[in-house]
């Protein structure tokens, strides 16, 4: 039975699309506006900041409260706040009232609520539904979020050149309004308690920390997660030079970009039927693979083969990225699972603006290639991590159960 048959997880799915609708209904009229009004596109690098100290603060201390049986209120609190805000941006955009140190306020305050939710999204899904099906569940919330911030993207500037920024941006609070709306009528299982009672008990995060020094599968799992996002990160950092450096033009920049996105769509729709079976297997053959890709853009003597490498790479990182969190959902007990999912996003988010900042010091010392070059050695050799005879036996235990 796949898990869209679960009414609960059909609510957290729906409810889930409204806010992946709702991102791009904030940040183009408001990037829009500033441009037109500025003239500065250093508002980028500065979102990106506060968001990464966003989830660095927030999400550790968003798991506590979810492993205390929180969080479809912690949901719904944070697109409580984040509709609320939002709609005041609207309003004193129309107004006129609207600076930038006030936008930053608010998107500092809006992203601590994001972040802090995030533990919640990531350890509620896995209550709804089998453990069997947590892979074909994190596939159809990863697809759907996939075309909904697609749609996002496309409907924002529609509505941006219709009704003006602060008109999209109200729209975009109204998304929100309906993700908490259809969320509330989710009910929340309790968490069953686990044979980690004394870990479980030690106070805040230090209950993921001690799950993931007793594991170093979900150990790896984290660090492959925070490598993953240093690297793809600075993908938006080097795809534009890299263009040039291929003798392209604008078209062929949007094109690109746009292989990755078909790539994943490609890899989660695919997972929603297909079980892994062998996910170490995966793991270390998927990890050389995004190497290998890196490589290939490395070396690509045209355009095909560039976007070719690109949308494979959008492929092997989706199904890595739904294999890593599966596996960290069908080990950690549901009483921890929180904090240490707290610890993994904080971590993961964190490491994105140190790669905008690494792809911004490789420009200005090499070219873009070689910089894909780096990055891949360097996932060639974490794919060696897999081959570790701890985490060997770590799966082959769990074969065995």
């Not at 869209?4 to 904030?26: D, M, Q, T």
């Not at 001690?210 to 938006?236: C, E, G, R, S, Y």
Request: proline share 4%.
């Amino acid at each position: 039975m796949h898990p869209l048959r679960n009414h609960n997880f059909r609510l957290l799915l729906g409810s889930r699309i409204f806010a992946s609708l709702s991102v791009s209904f904030f940040e183009i009229p408001i990037f829009w506006w500033l441009i037109k009004t500025t003239g500065s596109g250093t508002i980028v690098a500065t979102v990106a900041f506060v968001s990464s100290v966003a989830y660095l603060l927030a999400s550790p201390l968003g798991g506590v409260y979810a492993d205390k049986g929180y969080k479809k209120r912690i949901i719904m609190i944070a697109y409580a706040i984040d509709a609320s805000l939002t709609a005041l941006a609207a309003y004193l955009l129309m107004t006129a009232k609207l600076n930038f140190y006030f936008l930053l306020a608010l998107l500092a305050i809006t992203n601590l609520a994001t972040a802090f939710r995030s533990p919640s999204l990531g350890s509620l899904m896995p209550l709804l539904i089998d453990k069997d099906k947590i892979q074909e569940g994190n596939a159809a919330m990863g697809l759907a979020s996939t075309i909904a911030m697609l749609l996002s993207a496309a409907m924002a500037g529609i509505a941006t050149s219709i009704v003006g920024p602060a008109g999209a941006i109200f729209v975009g609070a109204v998304l929100v309004l309906l993700a908490l709306i259809i969320i509330s009528f989710l009910r929340e299982p309790k968490i069953e308690l686990s044979g980690l009672q004394e870990t479980a008990k030690k106070p805040g995060i230090m209950a993921g920390v001690q799950v993931l020094k007793d594991n170093p599968l979900l150990t790896a799992v984290i660090f492959m997660a925070t490598l993953i996002n240093f690297i793809v990160a600075p993908m938006a950092v080097l795809f534009a030079p890299y263009v040039l450096e291929l003798g392209a033009d604008a078209t062929t920049y949007g094109i690109l970009s746009a292989m990755v996105v078909l790539g994943s769509f490609i890899g989660m729709l695919l997972l929603n039927f297909i079980k892994i079976k062998r996910p170490l297997l995966v793991l270390g053959w998927g990890t050389f693979g995004i190497g290998g890709a890196l490589f290939g853009l490395a070396v690509a003597p045209s355009q095909i083969i560039a976007a070719i490498c690109i949308m494979s790479l959008g492929f092997i990182s989706s199904i890595l990225g739904i294999a890593l969190s599966t596996i960290f959902q069908e080990r950690v007990a549901p009483d921890v699972l929180g904090r240490t999912m707290g610890l993994m996003t904080a971590l993961g988010q964190g490491a994105q603006p140190a790669g905008y900042i690494l792809a911004g010091a490789l420009l200005t010392i090499t070219t873009a290639r070689y910089s894909f070059a780096g990055m891949a050695v360097l996932m060639a050799l974490a794919s060696l991590l897999w081959l570790r005879p701890s985490i060997k036996r770590q799966f082959n235990a769990a074969e065995k159960d």
